[in-house]
T-cell receptor, first 115, second 114 residues
Framework: ETGVTQTPRHLVMGMTNKKSLKCEQH?????MYWYKQSAKKPLELMFV???????ENNSVPSRFSPECPNSSHLFLHLHTLQPEDSALYLC??????????????FGPGTRLLVL | DQQVKQNSPSLSVQEGRISILNCDYT??????FLWYKKYPAEGPTFLIS?????DKNEDGRFTVFLNKSAKHLSLHIVPSQPGDSAVYFC?????????????FGRGTSLIVHP
């Protein structure tokens, strides 16, 4: 138990569906992240929020839309996804982003399959 | 262009022996390096880290070595145990626009045989 929870754990969706991934951290952290993990690829950073402000967006397609309503919650809204978007989506949190020594705490991930 | 490279996708080691996982980086602005461990169906968990002002950091059975001139770091696990079987991610960070956001490698899958 890392203090970061993600729901759902598994999701199957069609290309025309709209769904949302939810992440919640109980660690009092100020920064939250979305990562995508595809087979045999590095962990790809998608979005970073610090104090509820987006600080980085790594040119992610607009069919992924993040939302950070407060420092404890992070959402990833999905619409009109493609089969190549099938992957493990990991949420993480850290105290902040101002130090190299910041350790990230990851949730268990949502395994997404797009049909 | 991958800035953090883990060129060995997998490593198989006998229990009790040493496991050495390697990581190379290209960005000379990186000044902090971390290793994470990931079991199936779980998210990565932090294992050990090292600052660029050091060349070695040890924590129990785990030691990370940093060679800045070669832009190379390695994680040594001695002695290896079957419970160490997992995917190990190397990550590196450096100040960019005032933020430290780590860049991860592909991971190396370690299997420790009893």
């Amino acid at each position: 138990e890392t203090g970061v929870t993600q729901t759902p754990r598994h999701l199957v969706m069609g290309m025309t569906n709209k769904k949302s991934l939810k992440c919640e951290q109980h660690l009092g952290h100020n920064a939250m992240y979305w990562y995508k993990q595809s087979a045999k690829k590095p962990l790809e950073l998608m979005f970073v929020y610090s104090l509820e402000e987006r600080v980085e967006n790594n040119s992610v397609p607009s069919r992924f839309s993040p939302e950070c309503p407060n420092s404890s919650h992070l959402f990833l809204h999905l619409h009109t996804l493609q089969p190549e978007d099938s992957a493990l989506y990991l949420c993480a949190s850290s105290q902040g982003t101002s130090r190299g020594a910041e350790t990230q705490y990851f949730g268990p991930g949502t395994r997404l399959l797009v049909l | 262009d991958q800035q953090v490279k883990q060129n060995s996708p997998s490593l198989s080691v006998q229990e009790g022996r040493i496991s050495i996982l390697n990581c190379d980086y290209t960005n000379s602005m990186f000044d902090y390096f971390l290793w994470y461990k990931k079991y199936p169906a779980e998210g990565p968990t932090f294992l050990i880290s090292i600052s660029s002002i050091k060349d070695k950091n040890e924590d129990g059975r785990f030691t990370v070595f940093l060679n800045k001139s070669a832009k190379h770091l390695s994680l040594h696990i001695v002695p290896s145990q079957p419970g160490d079987s997992a995917v190990y991610f190397c990550a590196a960070s450096g100040a960019s626009g005032g933020s430290y956001i780590p860049t991860f490698g592909r991971g190396t899958s370690l299997i420790v045989h009893p």
